[in-house]
């Protein structure tokens, strides 16, 4: 899927995509990547999703982790932003956003009965207000927040359009 992501010097808008990641696009840690990525591969029914530039697929901006829980609801797992885009200081802006997006959309795909649409995840204590604040996520109880369908479609239409 094309996208556009922001070089945060030039304020230029970059074409990428989103595509389906294997064992070999996974970041090593040794990179400063934060997450394991190459034992969650392992991770039975799980999918990876990365992002790269059109221009440049060698180098990966992002990476998604999803997968089904109780055969119903979508799951992010993981979601980790390249190091080089981490913070105000990151060479692109919208990866996060990005990838969070496309998860809501599969949640339309892969979410089922009463969950179709919905994105389920667990955050980390101090990025809840950040979710809440940036993506319209809902805090469920305890780090469990939830993306509901019209929220997801506006990211969706934000990000991903």
């Given at each position: 899927?094309?996208?556009?992501?922001?070089?945060?010097k030039?304020?230029?808008k970059?074409?990428?995509?989103?595509?389906?990641?294997?064992?070999?696009?996974?970041?090593?840690k040794?990179?400063?990547?934060q997450?394991?990525?190459k034992?969650?591969?392992?991770?039975?029914?799980?999918?990876?999703?990365?992002i790269?530039?059109?221009n440049?697929?060698s180098?990966?901006?992002?990476?998604?982790?999803?997968?089904?829980?109780y055969?119903?609801m979508?799951?992010?797992?993981?979601?980790?932003?390249?190091?080089?885009?981490?913070?105000?200081?990151?060479?692109?802006?919208?990866?996060?956003?990005?990838?969070?997006?496309?998860?809501?959309?599969?949640?339309?795909?892969?979410?089922?009965?009463?969950?179709?649409?919905?994105?389920?995840?667990?955050?980390?204590?101090?990025?809840?207000?950040f979710?809440?604040?940036?993506y319209?996520?809902?805090?469920?109880?305890?780090?469990?927040m939830?993306?509901?369908?019209?929220?997801?479609?506006?990211?969706i239409?934000?990000?991903?359009?």
């Open positions: 899927m094309e996208i556009q992501i922001i070089d945060t030039s304020r230029k970059i074409v990428a995509l989103i595509e389906r990641a294997n064992a070999k696009d996974m970041p090593l040794k990179d400063a990547w997450f394991t990525w034992e969650l591969y392992k991770t039975e029914g799980a999918e990876f999703y990365k790269v530039l059109e440049d697929s180098q990966i901006e992002g990476v998604l982790m999803l997968s089904v829980m055969n119903e979508l799951y992010m797992n993981n979601i980790e932003v390249a190091p080089h885009n981490l913070g105000t200081k990151g060479k692109y802006e919208n990866v996060a956003g990005c990838l969070i997006a496309y998860a809501c959309l599969k949640s339309f795909e892969l979410g089922k009965n009463t969950y179709t649409g919905y994105l389920t995840f667990e955050s980390k204590t101090e990025l809840i207000s979710y809440q604040a940036r319209g996520a809902t805090l469920a109880m305890g780090q469990r939830f993306i509901e369908p019209n929220v997801g479609l506006k990211l239409d934000k990000y991903l359009k």
